[in-house]
């Protein structure tokens, strides 16, 4: 820039200064770091020259900055360009939403000295007095009409009274104004509306908001969610310019600990995005930690989150299994200090966790179709909480049959191990007569399960009869009439028709056993006859592979060199034959 007249020296203080320290009448300076650059020193100059300079709120700041760096005080004439903008900032912006607003937005460019002038922290102080402040009180917005509203509240078109009334506003009416504003500056309005006392709710609504708007990702998982814009014709601002990663880490530390089903649905959608994005490992461990606080209000498919990595899997299973300890430790503490922590079944801390468990259940049986899932992957999920956190376990062995079906090749060792996730006392009726016949299933397994539903029906029908006896014993004989009641009313005729059902899949049992005994006694009979022609095979496996017979390996549940064929009772060959070595609900019990 150069300078050769006095004007400028004569209202610029910075100048004036260089001017007396320079020998020469023509110098050449160079203002580096100028506030605005070439455009806001030609609104100084026309100033100092005496021309018309019209300062606006989207000016005001560099304009303010401007002055300030050329130290045009009133030292140097009297109501300099400082003072100007200064009264211009406190009379004009300072009571205006918008163009609070819109000199904020203006300020990115000299962040640094309008933090020095103080400029950023009344013009965040301001906003949040306003947004603070009970809109009943004076009809607001009112600073969004400017001159167009009356004293006493109506609107005016050309200066005649419409006789119109702003209508009362709702709480989020200056969510849109301030997604605008820059993450920075967006954050530091927060904590200012946070220190004043703003209800967390509002503000969280308001970071959601934001987010959402900024991150494009989360608009498919809040779908269900309604959001109202509120804009005006006069208040046109340029979108702000916003680093995904770096939002997405200052969200997660403004967000407070809350809990609601739309807010954990807003976390997840978090995680899935912060995950695409590879965030800082810390950001990532902050989201999953606050998910499993409140992972009882989570739904299906905001869990599903995709693998997003070079894993073969398609859903992040690791991710969601971290969630659920971050649960448990949550719950643990809960329970520790809770007075009714020793009954678990009954004590209100169980109820939490019984959700959990069936959206579990129900997460395992959404991802078992995934032929590259690993079995110890499913046992890891189902384990990770604990027994008495599923009263029921039909859904456990929904899933887990779900995933049989989805890996036909796995081992018959590896089904029982994810077998045994499953206690078989806690299946109902339905479930034990579909596992009964389940082929999926190993042998061994399907074999307590019989037995444990004929316990299910003798001590269903053992109940039933003593009730019938004890109300039956004081009234002497009853007649077929009132006995056709009792019958009906305590389920007999049901109890009946599930107890030929179980007959009939113990006829088939049965029949299945003898037929394997009848196999195994002509394997045995043939190892016989050729081991007597060729006396030279020692080996039993050789002679059997050479008659083309295949044995059983002695780990299967069915052992079939262990089974009596010659003695007479069926009930005697099947305990010997499959006696479980692994399953934790096995028990010698007599199967008929």
Not at 89 to 105: S, T
Not at 428 to 437: K, R, V
Not at 525 to 538: D, F, I, N
């Amino acid at each position: 820039y150069i300078f050769v007249q006095f004007p400028l020296v004569s209202k610029c203080g910075k100048i004036a200064r260089i001017c007396e320290e320079s020998s020469e009448k023509a110098f050449i300076a160079a203002f580096e770091e100028f506030p605005g650059g070439p455009d806001t020193f030609l609104i100084a100059v026309k100033f100092c020259y005496g021309l018309r300079v019209e300062l606006t709120p989207r000016n005001i700041v560099i304009v303010y900055c401007a002055a300030d760096y050329l130290q045009m005080t009133d030292e140097y004439g009297e109501d300099n360009l400082l003072s100007k903008s200064e009264n211009f900032f406190h009379k004009n912006v300072l009571h205006n939403w918008k163009d609070c607003i819109l000199a904020l937005q203006s300020s990115n460019p000299v962040i640094a000295r309008a933090e020095k002038l103080q400029i950023i922290s009344k013009c965040l102080s301001s906003l949040s007095m306003m947004v603070c402040t009970d809109p009943s009180l004076f009809g607001w917005p009112m600073m969004m009409y400017g001159s167009l509203q009356s004293p006493g509240g109506s609107i005016l078109w050309n200066g005649i009274n419409t006789g119109a009334r702003i209508q009362s506003v709702e709480s989020d009416w200056w969510f849109e104004d301030i997604s605008y504003l820059s993450v920075g500056l967006f954050e530091r309005l927060i904590y200012t509306m946070e220190t004043r006392g703003l209800r967390p709710e509002i503000l969280v609504g308001a970071i959601m908001y934001y987010a959402r708007k900024h991150l494009p990702g989360l608009g498919r998982w809040q779908s269900g969610q309604s959001w109202k814009t509120r804009t005006f014709a006069s208040f046109s601002l340029t979108p702000a310019v916003v680093d995904q990663k770096v939002l997405i880490e200052t969200i997660e530390k403004l967000i407070p600990e809350k809990k609601g089903k739309s807010f954990c649905r807003f976390l997840l959608g978090l995680l899935r995005v912060a995950l695409i994005l590879d965030v800082s490992q810390m950001c990532k461990d902050s989201l999953e930690r606050r998910v499993g606080m409140q992972l009882e209000v989570a739904t299906l498919d905001s869990l599903l989150i995709p693998a997003y990595s070079d894993s073969d899997t398609l859903y992040n299973v690791d991710c969601v299994e971290r969630i659920i300890h971050h649960f448990m430790a949550s719950e643990s503490r809960i329970t520790l200090f809770s007075p009714s922590s020793l009954d678990l079944e009954t004590s209100p801390s169980s109820e939490p966790l019984r959700k959990v468990a069936k959206l579990i259940d129900n997460y395992i049986a959404e991802v078992a179709s995934d032929t590259h899932l690993k079995p110890r992957k499913i046992r890891s999920l189902a384990e990770a909480l604990p027994e008495s956190s599923r009263p029921l376990h039909d859904g456990l062995y929904r899933a887990l049959d779900i995933y049989f079906k989805a890996h036909p090749w796995l081992s018959e060792k590896e089904k029982e191990e994810l077998c045994n996730t499953i206690d078989y006392q806690k299946l109902s009726i339905d479930a034990c007569a579909h596992a009964s016949q389940n082929a999926r299933l190993p042998l061994r397994v399907a074999l307590q399960v019989l037995f444990f539903e004929q316990m299910q029906l003798r001590t269903a029908l053992a109940g039933c009869l003593h009730v019938m006896d004890t109300e039956s014993a004081p009234a002497g004989p009853i007649p077929s009439d009132m006995l056709g009641q009792i019958v009906q009313r305590d389920g007999w005729r049901t109890v009946v028709q599930v107890n030929q059902v179980l007959k009939v899949d113990m006829d088939n049992m049965r029949s299945r056993v003898g037929e394997l005994e009848e196999e195994f006694s002509k394997i045995k009979q043939e190892m016989k006859r050729v081991t007597k022609s060729h006396s030279s095979l020692s080996s039993p496996r050789l002679v059997a592979r050479k008659i083309g017979c295949k044995l059983v390996p002695r780990s299967s549940y069915a052992q079939p060199d262990t089974v009596d064929i010659t003695g007479p009772s069926t009930r005697a060959s099947v305990e010997q034959a499959h006696r479980p070595h692994h399953s934790r609900h096995w028990k010698s019990f007599p199967m008929f």
